[in-house]
């Protein structure tokens, strides 16, 4: 009788460890790594966000110095780098600037427009906000034959807008750097 209920106190104390380490972020993959506005926060004033993403400031840095800052949506997470921009149609993007794709890791692989019906650009950062590259990506059905578009080399972060939307963003060829920030500003 004693052993059964040292057994039952051990997996309760295994229970509550587990729990305390999920609450603190323990490393699951859903856990954000990082400082961005999770997705359970209240969206800033002005915005609407999609549901399950947080929100980031970002400030990009064109090539001769000047700066803005915009806020966009974050997809922290496997799942919701995997979710992205999927199905979504408003070309306001709920009154966010675009997506922001941030990977744990340096990243080479594609992105691609399965169930996206919204044209997209997108912007390829490496781990110090350098660019390293641009894409246009076109709408794709449900179907596994969607094209990849790749980067041209690592990155660590990926940025999306409405396509034609990175030069609005001050993002181009001749040297572009992101920088992530924390909490966006009310929208205005």
């Known amino acids: 009788m004693v052993g059964v209920v040292l057994v039952a106190a051990g997996v309760a104390l295994l229970a509550v ?5 999920l609450l603190r972020g323990g490393g699951d993959e859903a856990t954000p790594r990082s400082t961005l ?13 999609l549901t399950a993403f947080g929100e980031v ?20 997470t496997a799942e ?22 941030v990977f744990p890791d340096d990243d080479n692989g ?6 996206t019906p919204m044209p ?5 950062f490496d781990q110090q906000g350098a660019l390293v590259s641009t894409a246009d990506m076109e709408p794709c059905g449900d179907t596994a034959s969607c094209p990849s578009y790749a980067a041209d ?31 966006c500003g009310p929208s205005g």
């Open 17 to 21: 460890v587990g729990v305390l380490a």
């Open 37 to 49: 506005v999770p997705p359970s926060a209240s969206a800033s004033p002005g915005r609407t966000p």
């Open 153 to 183: 080399g690592p990155y660590r972060y990926a940025l999306e807008v409405p396509q034609g939307g990175l030069a609005r963003l001050g993002i181009g060829p001749a040297g572009s750097r992101l920088r992530v920030r924390a909490a």
């Open 80 to 101: 919701q780098r995997r979710r992205g921009l999927m199905e979504v149609t408003d070309p306001t993007l709920g009154g966010y600037d675009g997506m922001l794709f």
């Open 57 to 76: 400031a970002v400030e990009v840095v064109a090539a001769d110095g000047g700066s803005d800052e915009f806020c966009v949506l974050a997809a922290e």
């Open 120 to 124: 997209l650009s997108i912007a390829y």
């Open 110 to 115: 594609g992105f691609w427009m399965r169930n």
